[in-house]
């Protein structure tokens, strides 16, 4: 298996509950495929140091479970992806870093 961790860092403080929004809806974008075997998202829990943080701080870390290599590749072009993406910066700017990698533990 192959796990894609991203870190996901919204331009401006976001709220809870729209945070939880954008997690649900990639969630069920990327869940109703059947390419994907797991998906994890939590909050980032933030400390005072944040305010000193050197490139971003992170609004939540979202983790996807494929099989493959191949899998991955096709989860870029997913139907609807392109779309939830483009809804989303325009509503609330954001960015991402992510880590292709095997299961930590």
Do not use: C
């Amino acid at each position: 298996m192959i796990q894609h961790t991203m870190i996901v860092a919204f331009d401006e403080p976001i709220p809870s509950d729209e945070l939880d929004e954008y997690l649900k809806g990639l969630e069920e974008l990327t869940m109703g495929t059947g390419g994907f075997q797991s998906f994890a998202a939590r909050h980032h829990l933030r400390v005072p140091v944040d305010d000193h943080a050197p490139v971003a701080v992170a609004s939540a870390v979202v983790q996807f479970g494929v099989t493959d290599l191949d899998a991955l590749n096709a989860s870029f072009s997913l139907p609807g992806i392109g779309e939830f993406i483009d809804g989303w910066q325009a509503r609330r700017p954001y960015k991402v870093i992510w880590a292709n990698h095997e299961p930590l533990a």
